[in-house]
């Protein structure tokens, strides 16, 4: 598709009206958690959630258009689906469309060092990337078709970083990160998914592969095969985050979540074939086979909300920083104090924040992106240590006062946290304790100002100082209280 400029800008404006709401075909929390008894992932867990702050990124061709990520293409009649733009008026003429991005997607600013950079320095531990999205369009140079952005018909093909999962994973991976690849199970470009004998109905295989076993045998390897290309030729992957939570066995369904009441059939892939492959290439690997209770859901996955209270298993919020998955021109971002408070929020209550960027059509994110990570990074370079190898204790928080506490020493740590950067700060502050009654020591991370402090009530009430500098004195700060 080429657009004149002037013509290509009003398209874009016109499809960032009405993104800004989210759309709300959210995945929710699993009801129950299977615990992995493997070793090796038993380990890679725990280590993953001393982790606690992510970064996800949702990107592809898509971003050119600055639609939701695959969802346009779907023929189901709600608001995230909804089509917008010139094509909009067939489904046929739309779907067409969409899938010609691929033949101007060139996105020459790519420079994942560069979000390395960026996301270490505000304290982020962990990255995963889609590797493929519902649209099919896979972002790693695949060998099982050529709706990819290695292909000849994709113009960055002949840039030398185009592999870009490798470029990414690879970045990353030098920095220590842990490294997760989201894929997700369903394929709306491949035709032993949505046959085109039938039109698709909606996000669901269009046929019933209990009827057509061949044809769904073609696509689990299909499946597995991608899956088994990103377990081998990507260095240490830790995460296979796998979304399109559908694709199920039938007897996984749980008829009280409205989406999954509109799976009809069978879609069963073989998880235990596709772990077994992905842990003998990769020992441990943590399998987050997203809302499909059981084995291969190692941690469950609350979207776009963080529980009100811990969970009993391994859990990750995973959040947009802006209004979408995708890369939406002037998306509004969230502040860094809303996701300082968000973090403080998750990680009291035991879990990770995966925090969601979308990387626009030249390869680079938003310039407020950057900003926004930088006082996220000011801020965890004084307050981190509250938040990394800790568990979440009870009674958790009380008011907006949160508590962690570290995993290995008789430390707590009460933050107080505003929503924002207009935090008023109080002359003192409660800090509940449940059970710990000898406190030896309370500092404000920051300041080596000396504390008063008193036992009250069920814990102490701290007196905050006239004069703390204003590099403490922010939207959130942290007491340490050795016991
Ligand atoms: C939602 C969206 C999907 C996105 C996912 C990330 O389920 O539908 O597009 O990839 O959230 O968690």
């Known amino acids: ?20 709401r989210l759309h709300a075909q959210q995945h929710h929390m699993s009801a129950s958690y299977q615990a992995p008894t493997d070793p090796a992932v038993k380990q ?18 898509y971003s050119q258009w600055g639609v939701v990520e695959s969802w346009s293409i779907c023929p189901e009649d709600e608001g995230w689906t909804e089509r917008r733009g010139p094509h909009s008026e067939t489904y046929e003429g739309y779907k067409k469309a969409y899938e010609n991005l691929q033949t101007t997607f060139n996105p020459v600013k790519f420079n994942p060092e560069k979000w390395v950079a960026a996301a270490k320095n505000a304290g982020m531990k962990y990255m995963v990337f889609t590797t493929k999205h519902h649209d099919g369009f896979s972002m790693f140079d695949t060998k099982q078709t050529d709706y990819k952005i290695t292909d000849g018909k994709t113009p960055f093909s002949s840039n030398p970083r185009a592999n870009i999962t490798k470029e990414i ?19 709306w470009h491949n035709t032993d998914y949505w046959w085109p004998y039938f039109p698709p109905k909606d996000r669901n295989v269009n046929y019933d592969p209990a009827k057509y076993p061949e044809r769904w045998n073609k696509f689990k390897d299909f499946t597995f095969n991608q899956i088994e290309e990103l377990m081998t030729g990507y260095g240490k992957v830790d995460i296979l985050w796998l979304d399109g939570g559908w694709v199920r066995p039938r007897n996984t369904i749980d008829t009280a979540i409205d989406w999954q009441r509109g799976i009809k059939f069978e879609q069963d892939i073989d998880m235990g074939k596709i772990a ?44 947009t ?42 390869g680079d994110w938003d310039p407020a992106v950057y900003e926004r990570l930088n006082g996220v990074g000011d801020w965890m370079k004084i307050n981190g240590e509250g938040i990394y190898n800790s568990v979440s204790v009870a009674p958790y928080s009380k008011g907006n006062v949160y508590l962690t ?20 700060w109080p002359s003192s502050v409660d800090i509940p304790l449940g059970n710990i009654k000898l406190v030896k020591q309370v500092r404000l991370l920051g300041s080596s100002q000396k504390l008063n402090w008193k036992k009250e009530g069920d814990g102490i009430r701290v007196m905050i100082p006239q004069g703390l500098s204003k590099s403490v004195l922010t939207s959130a700060a942290c007491f340490k209280v050795t016991y």
């Open 44 to 61: 890679k867990i725990a280590e993953w959630q001393d982790l606690k702050f992510g970064l996800f990124m949702h990107w592809g061709p």
């Open 405 to 424: 506490k570290n995993k290995d020493k008789p430390v707590i740590y009460a933050f107080l946290s505003g929503e924002d950067e207009t935090l008023q």
């Open 169 to 187: 994973f690879n970045a990353f991976q030098k920095e220590d990160f842990m490294v997760g690849a989201y894929f997700s199970k369903a394929d």
């Open 1 to 20: 598709m080429k657009l004149k400029p002037t013509i290509y800008l009003i398209t874009i404006f016109a499809y960032s009206l009405g993104l800004t």
């Open 321 to 362: 920083m802006g209004n979408s998955w995708s890369y939406v021109p002037d998306d509004k971002y969230k502040s860094s104090a809303e996701i300082i408070s968000l973090l403080i929020k998750v990680v009291s209550r035991g879990g990770n924040l995966l925090m969601n960027i979308g990387p626009g059509p030249d």
């Open 276 to 319: 077994a492959m992905g842990r003998k290439h990769q020992p441990g690997l943590i399998m987050v086979d997203r809302t499909v209770t059981g084995p291969f859901e190692n941690y469950t996955t609350p979207e776009q909300e963080v529980p009100d209270q811990p969970l009993s298993n391994p859990w990750e919020t995973c959040m």
